[in-house]
């Protein structure tokens, strides 16, 4: 019978402690086959196959929690060679996950269900959940992993136990924690089809009895993460041309446990991550639309069109990013932060992480525990890039614009205090309080008109009219009021945003077990969340803060003359505190029944909660000009998102327990689905609430310890029906009411063998395999019409050989065998001629990884 107590077992001298709660921001591992429990926790003669999982802020095992989990052990990790969080499509149905963007750096959806990649002000759909904190960025999906314990991917809304953010599911992660005696690892890699070299390795063990700790690091060069198309104007900053573009990753993490009691015990956290790249493009693709034609970058209104580079080829996994202009990318406006960096006119991108997580309990009775859980994360993220994505003016010369050198800031500290019993009656409970400090800055240098191609920031006379509402004549002439001076700028401005959150929550759930098989449990979470955005434009190009042309009657003024333009707010604008605030109620109930010792039968009622904001997205030229000229700010506002439904299951264990099959059949309905979308003729993203979005389905999973020594069977199968069931007008216009979800496959499968062979009494073989196969899905969510990704398979597989113990480890990993290259998301490319363009932007997988490892363990 699950215990509400939360107890693990410690390295210490037998004691038990309660929370080495999963991993963190450096061990973002989401790779691995998914592989239901092998046995229940009443087989106390074979606890290696019992898998426990916190699905419920509680530890019990995989097959007794009433919560669809897909659990991923370590040595599955490992044994794939995963190094960042997108590689785990091949493992979990029904996940999509994008790398890149420039605002919120990444994107998941599950079941159909996720967050924009755009905009850094969307908290994840999908929450994160590392070492038992809450952390709702998505620009972590970019950071590097490894020495990963376990990943747990929770299905379905679970906001009782884990808050805001999780009204889609959660990714839970528990990072390796101090062993019970001395031990170093160390583990090298190379990798041919990227040219990747890795290099890691652990030390880790007790100091006493009662303190023990554990430093991981890990070092991840790619030469050539990205591939550039023959002859794209790219280049290295000596001069050279470059081929592809590359990535550096560099993850470490210090992990203190102390047990000075049998009562109390606490484990600390510090883990820094350090990823450079070159450029936040990365995997994204041109696909050339309906009219099979490479688009040409139409800027000025016509006055100024750009040749494009791209050949049609959306498959190859060849890219087509060039450098930028060289009329754009003369100088940045003071306070950027690619200042002095991007005024070579090359991408690049530069991410630094500090995250610590602090967790003690303290047993204040037999009966009763107090846990605390203390979180900071420290962000500071960079990167910059040309968002026409193609552009030549002739073999060598990059024509990049819609260049950005957007700077993501962030400093989030979160706690948690929760007081849990363990009576041996009935009745058990849980109640808890959680607050968040988050403050957000995202600041961006932007060239949305490209108005240096005309001339870089100059200086102007500047007149006034003293009858703007009539023609320019002799007796209305302008008057000279001085000159404006510029800055030699090549940027149309600098804007900066600043949010603020606080959220406020309290939680309560009791369980009663009122037989030996039967057990009721429920409770709900009350959040209150607040947000204050601020927005600055400290910096406009004066050719578009000033016109020469008549307000009045639109003809050329005289030369010289320059008046404001009614078309961008102005240089120094300030929007003053722009405040959103909601509260939510968000209960949850389960039963569970024990129909045999080895079948579980449950049925929940869930519901989520994802709060609203502010969009930071907006443009002066365009949203922002918009909302200032009506004095509200109303419009950029974007409300919270809810998720209500439930889901019925079964896990069951046959042959004494060597076969495991658990399914659930689920319903959910998500009200007010934030969503943003790109406009590509007004060069403006278009935030909004879908008004319902409603996802159905089956979740199955199967385990079969065979006969066979050492040979274990896994697989699941994910069918999912999201489609949006009310009325949604997009920003094409049209109403995609009754369509399906973008990036919710209908079905979605993967199947996976794992062979340990003794060849001898110091030498094992090693065989392991996957296959994963994905339906067709929309891979946008504007039109009837979007793009669809056809079906795909995909296969990946690893030999080794080495000492059974672990002391050694020679391996050759395939991941993606097939190259299989397929879209996850797509969108109109920025800078078309209107109602002719129709190229769309396409982000992508990695393709095929070859390497060859070697590890060792002392």
């Known amino acids: 019978m699950t215990k509400q107590s939360q107890h693990h077992k410690t390295i210490f001298s037998g004691k038990s402690v309660r929370g080495l709660l999963m991993g963190s921001a450096a061990s973002l591992a989401f790779a691995g086959v998914a592989a239901p429990a092998y046995a229940q926790d009443e087989v106390a003669e074979d606890d290696s196959n019992v898998i426990t999982v916190i699905a419920r802020k509680q530890t019990e095992t995989l097959q007794e929690v009433p919560v669809t989990v897909t659990a991923i052990g370590g040595d599955t990790l490992e044994n794939f060679q995963v190094n960042e969080i997108a590689d785990v499509v091949s493992r979990v149905p029904a996940l999509n996950v994008q790398v890149g963007g420039s605002g919120s750096g990444g994107q998941i959806s599950l079941r159909g269900v996720g967050s924009s990649n755009i905009s850094a002000s969307f908290d994840s759909a999908v929450a994160f959940d590392f070492d038992g904190v809450q952390i709702s960025t998505m620009r972590l999906v970019q950071a590097g992993f490894f020495d990963v314990e376990q990943i747990d991917v929770l299905k379905g809304p679970q906001s009782l136990f884990f808050g805001k953010s999780a009204s889609a599911g959660v990714f839970s992660v528990r990072s390796a924690n101090p062993t019970p005696d001395w031990e170093v ?5 190379q990798e041919f089809e990227e040219n990747g070299t890795t290099i890691g390795g652990y030390i880790s063990g007790p100091i006493s009895d009662t303190f023990g700790v554990r430093l991981a690091a890990q070092f991840n060069n790619i030469e050539d993460y990205v591939d550039l198309a023959p002859g794209t104007p790219a ?30 015990n606490a484990n600390l956290k510090l883990n820094y991550i350090k990823n450079e790249n070159d450029g936040a493009i990365a995997h994204s693709d041109i696909n050339c639309g309906p009219n099979g034609v490479a688009d040409p970058v139409f800027l000025l209104q016509g006055g100024l069109v750009i040749p494009s580079n791209a050949d049609c080829n959306d498959r190859d996994g060849l890219y087509h990013h060039v450098d930028a202009a060289a009329a754009l990318s003369g100088r940045l406006p003071d306070g950027s932060a690619g200042q002095g960096r991007f005024e070579n006119g090359i991408p690049y991108g530069e991410t630094d992480i500090f995250f610590g997580r602090l967790k003690w309990d303290l047993d204040v009775s037999d009966t009763l525990t107090i846990s605390s859980v203390s979180g900071y994360l420290g962000m500071d993220a960079v990167d910059t890039d040309c968002y026409a994505y193609v552009g030549t003016f002739g073999p060598g010369v990059p024509a990049g614009s819609g260049c950005s050198d957007p700077e993501n800031k962030i400093e989030q500290f979160t706690q948690e205090f929760r007081l849990a019993s363990d009576y041996d009656g009935i009745f058990n409970f849980m109640i808890g309080a959680f607050y968040e400090s988050r403050e957000i800055d995202f600041n961006t240098s932007q060239q949305a008109v490209n108005i240096s191609f005309a001339a870089a920031d100059p200086t102007l006379p500047i007149f006034t009219i003293p009858d703007p509402t009539q023609p320019v004549s002799a007796v209305n002439a302008p008057v000279f009021q001085g000159l404006v001076n510029g800055t030699g700028t090549t940027y149309d401005w600098l804007k900066q945003h600043k949010t603020k959150t606080e959220a406020l929550s309290f939680f309560g759930s009791i369980t009663l077990d009122l037989t030996d098989q039967l057990q009721i449990s429920g409770g709900i979470r009350w959040t209150d969340e607040k947000k204050v955005n601020t927005i600055r434009v400290p910096y406009l190009h004066n050719l578009l803060e000033f016109t020469g042309n008549d307000p009045v009657t639109g003809d050329p003024l005289p030369a010289g003359v320059f008046v404001d333009s009614p078309g961008f707010v102005t240089e120094g604008f300030f929007s003053g505190p722009i405040n959103f605030s909601d509260s939510n109620f968000s209960p949850e109930v389960s039963i569970r029944y024990q129909a045999t010792p080895d079948i579980n039968i449950y049925a929940a009622f869930k519901t989520g909660f994802k709060s609203g904001g502010i969009d930071n997205s907006a443009l002066p030229s365009n949203s922002l000009q918009a909302a200032a000229a009506a004095g509200s700010f109303d419009s950029l506002i974007y409300d919270s998102e809810t998720g209500l439904g439930g889901e019925v299951g079964v896990k069951a264990q046959f042959a004494d327990r060597s076969v495991t099959l658990n399914t659930s059949v689920f319903y959910y309905v998500f009200d007010d689905l934030q969503v943003q979308n790109f406009d590509a003729t007004t060069i403006q993203f278009q935030t909004f609430n879908a008004s319902q979005l409603t996802s159905q389905g089956v979740d199955v999973e199967w385990a079969w310890r065979t006969p066979v020594d050492g040979l274990n069977l896994s697989g699941s199968l994910a069918y999912t029906d999201a489609e949006f069931t009310a009325p949604f007008v997009t920003t094409s216009g049209e109403d995609i009411n009754g369509r399906a979800a973008a990036r919710a496959p209908k079905f979605a499968a993967n199947a996976a063998f794992d062979w340990s062979i003794p060849m001898s009494d110091a030498f094992e073989l090693g065989l392991n395999g996957n296959l994963q196969y994905s339906g067709s899905y929309f891979t946008n969510e504007d039109s009837l019409t979007d793009l669809k990704q056809d079906s795909y398979v995909s296969i990946d597989g690893s ?60």
């Open 185 to 189: 690892g160390v583990k090298v890699s």
């Open 235 to 264: 280049f290295n900053p000596n001069g050279s041309v470059r081929t592809s573009r590359g990535l550096e990753n560099f993850v470490s993490r210090l992990t203190f446990q102390w047990d000075p009691s049998d009562n109390f």
């Open 799 to 858: 030999i080794s050989v080495g000492d059974p113990d672990g002391a050694w480890k020679l391996s050759l990993v395939g991941v993606n065998l097939t190259d299989e290259i397929w879209i996850n998301t797509s969108g109109g490319r920025p800078f078309l001629e209107p109602g002719v363009g129709d190229d769309l932007v396409v982000t992508q997988n990695r393709g095929r990884q070859v390497f060859v490892e070697a590890s060792f363990k002392f």
